[in-house]
């Protein structure tokens, strides 16, 4: 009786095994730059608390220079990415993708990871989407939960923020999504577009969280801030 008891727990808790998990002693890469419009510092300097919390072991670093050595790159369990545009060059880039497909996971908010490297379609091809409007600039706007393990307990809210436009992968898993009125744009009434993802690229992991216009939005929204850290926990090796 005691064997199926433990059985019966073991299987209601499965579900909640890959977002509970912790950061402890993982190696996690904080990297900043680009635009300074969405105040990638300030994003780094949250995570950062939050990966002290989490007992990681991470570095922070300015720049796509530190994606120029593939043998250190590949040491990090997590690359959590904030570099709205920016550049990379050809090494970087490769050593990127590489490493991702070598199970290195990657993850990010906003233009830090859904507007990086504009020029770079196989950087675009890695994390599954790319922005290509903001209509109407900030907004009124729903973000709604869908079924998934990253969402268990989570509520839909609504958020004054940038609602984006994405092209995206078919090929991601879609945990929450937005609904798209015709105020700015007619044409687009009642599209639904994801707002955060999930995907494999090979042996990594990669997941996105479109908002973040304002790095506080994630401290204003705790769903939102629980939703992202479940990510980043997600896609970790």
């Keep these: 009786m005691k064997l199926f008891q ?3 727990l073991t299987l209601v808790l499965l579900p909640y095994n890959q977002y509970s998990q912790s950061l402890n002693e993982k190696n996690v890469l904080v990297v900043w730059g680009g635009w300074d419009g969405h105040q990638p510092e300030l994003f780094s ?3 950062e608390e939050w990966l002290i919390s989490e007992k990681a ?5 300015n720049g796509t220079e530190v994606y120029n050595d593939y043998d250190e790159l590949i040491k990090y369990d997590l690359i959590i990415q904030s570099i709205t545009m920016g550049e990379i060059n050809g090494k970087a880039a490769s050593n990127l993708m590489k490493a991702v497909r070598n199970g290195v996971g990657i993850a990010g908010t906003h233009g830090g990871l859904g507007d990086s490297f504009r020029n770079n379609p196989g950087y675009q091809f890695m994390i599954g989407g790319q922005w290509v409007s903001h209509p109407g600039g900030k907004v009124n706007f729903k973000v709604n939960m869908l079924k998934d393990e990253l969402t268990k307990g989570l509520n839909d809210f609504e958020i004054y923020s940038e609602q984006w436009y994405v092209h995206y992968d078919p090929n ?3 945990v929450a999504n937005t609904k798209f009125n015709g105020d700015i744009f007619h044409w687009i009434d009642g599209v ?4 955060a993802w999930k995907k494999q690229y090979d042996e990594g992991k990669v997941f996105y969280f479109s ?4 790095p506080m939005e994630f401290k204003k929204h705790p769903d939102a801030w629980t939703l992202m850290t479940r990510g980043f926990i997600w896609a970790c090796r």
């Excluded at 072991?57 to 670093?61: L, S």
């Excluded at 639904?192 to 707002?195: A, E, H, R």
């Excluded at 908002?211 to 304002?214: K, L, R, Y």
Aim: proline content about 5%; overall charge neutral.
């Design 6 to 8: 433990i059985l019966i």
């Design 57 to 61: 072991n991470y570095k922070i670093h």
């Design 211 to 214: 908002i973040g216009h304002d």
């Design 172 to 174: 991601i898993e879609i």
């Design 192 to 195: 639904v577009m994801p707002i």
């Design 45 to 47: 300097k949250l995570v």
